[in-house]
């Protein structure tokens, strides 16, 4: 059995930057390719072994709940049309794990998002997984970093080098000193500027946290954007006790960001047995031509 049976996906934000999209349904629900992108990080969980996963809905997530629910009428409706396949898919979504919800009454940020789960977490270590970072690789980045877990037992945040100009999008921390890929953290800064961030090495939204973090949450002043930040309390946690940053294998689509999410449609397109050829063959259709429209406007110069 898993040391760690748990997680937390916290999918209550506003989904602003996906405005209009997103004014009536959850950003999580959003589609990669044909699968809604918070069932990508619920598979990533499960297939890691986690037993019980917490989903911190806020308004307008009915859908989420529906979607990992049964849906007698439509599994009838395929029985009858005789769309085995189908019906296959929509089952198994619903048997996928316990999935429990609560609800973040206010949106005061990711740190009193984590937080709403300290009474479903208790007193055992705890995966989160962000749904705007969708990873791809065998083993996943959860297991990677579970994998970890058990030489050192102690938290994990998952981290990537990003360009230096990107650093104010994410926690960046400060290591005590990189050899290999696990690294001690000396301190974390939420969301710092370019000039004041102490290496490029961000957090990706992959954490294995102990119960020791709620208390620090509870501490915590709002910071970054007037939220309270969970990488404010994982910094009071590195003051205290070993927390570590792990350098995962994979690669990472950022679909909180419009161009992260259309990259990840045409890269998981390409991937899909189903679509691959006439894809294929579409995008380098419109590549020849946008090519050629470049070529005319050079010989026009
Ligand atoms: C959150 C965290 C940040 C982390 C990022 C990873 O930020 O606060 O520390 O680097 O996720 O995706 P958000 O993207 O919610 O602003």
Redesign the pocket.
């Known amino acids: 059995m898993a040391t760690i049976q748990k997680a937390i996906i916290p999918a209550a934000?506003w989904g602003t930057r996906f405005l209009p999209a997103t004014k009536a349904q959850p950003k999580e629900m959003l589609p990669i390719v044909d699968k809604p992108a918070i069932q990508f990080i619920v598979e990533e969980a499960v297939n890691a072994g986690v037993e019980d996963i917490l989903i911190i809905t806020g308004k307008n997530k009915r859908a989420i709940e529906d979607h990992f629910d049964r849906s007698l009428e439509l599994e009838d409706l395929l029985r009858e049309k005789d769309k085995g396949e189908l019906l296959a898919l929509v089952e198994r979504i619903a048997d996928l794990a316990d999935i429990h919800y609560i609800r973040q009454k206010e949106q005061l940020g990711?740190g009193h998002a984590v937080y709403c789960a300290r009474k479903f977490i208790g007193q055992e270590p705890f995966a989160v997984l962000?749904g705007?970072?969708i990873i791809v690789n065998t083993p996943s980045c959860l297991e990677q970093m579970l994998a970890v877990y058990e030489e050192v037992k102690a938290p994990i945040v998952a981290v990537q080098e990003v360009p230096r100009e990107e650093v104010n999008?994410?926690?960046v921390i400060a290591p005590l000193e990189i050899d290999g890929p696990l690294i001690q953290v000396k301190d974390l800064v939420?969301?710092p500027q370019p000039a004041e961030a102490p290496s490029n090495l961000?957090?990706?939204?992959r954490y294995l946290l102990v119960p020791e973090i709620f208390p620090l949450l509870e501490m915590v002043q709002p910071g970054a954007g007037g939220e309270i930040?969970?990488?404010d309390a994982l910094r009071l946690l590195a003051s205290q006790d070993l927390v570590y940053a792990y350098r995962f294998q994979g690669k990472r689509y950022?679909i909180?960001d419009k161009l992260g999410f259309l990259q990840a449609t045409v890269e998981f397109a390409l991937a899909r047995p189903d679509l691959a050829g006439p894809f294929r063959e579409y995008l380098a259709g419109i590549i020849s031509s946008a090519l050629g429209n470049l070529q005319i406007a050079a010989t026009k110069e």
Do not use: N, W
């Open positions: 934000g990711l962000l705007d970072d999008r994410y926690g939420e969301k961000a957090v990706i939204g930040q969970l990488t950022d909180g």
